[in-house]
């Protein structure tokens, strides 16, 4: 799960947590055309393909290089 910072006073052990971070680098796009991004956290107790919340778990966005 996502833990947000509530600052060092309200949250005991929050200068231990950082928020995801993910790099990833794209070979050979293909210009004017829309990609379509997911990405799913995976692992033990963690739900990603709820029904009820299609964003519980990933995060989706688009990408296009234009000329």
């Known amino acids: ?4 910072y509530y ?5 005991v ?3 231990l947590r950082h928020n995801p971070l993910v790099a990833v ?3 050979n796009l293909t210009r ?6 997911v990405c799913k956290i ?3 107790g963690i ?3 709820n029904v009820h919340d299609p964003y519980e778990g990933k995060v989706e ?3 296009k290089i234009e000329d």
Not at 1 to 4: D, I, K, L, T
Not at 7 to 11: D, L, P
């Open 1 to 4: 799960h996502y833990f947000p």
């Open 42 to 44: 995976i692992g033990a």
């Open 61 to 63: 966005f688009k990408l």
């Open 32 to 37: 004017n055309v829309e990609l379509k991004i």
């Open 7 to 11: 600052g060092k006073k309200a949250q």
């Open 25 to 27: 680098k794209f070979l």
């Open 47 to 49: 739900t990603f393909d």
């Open 13 to 15: 052990g929050a200068h």
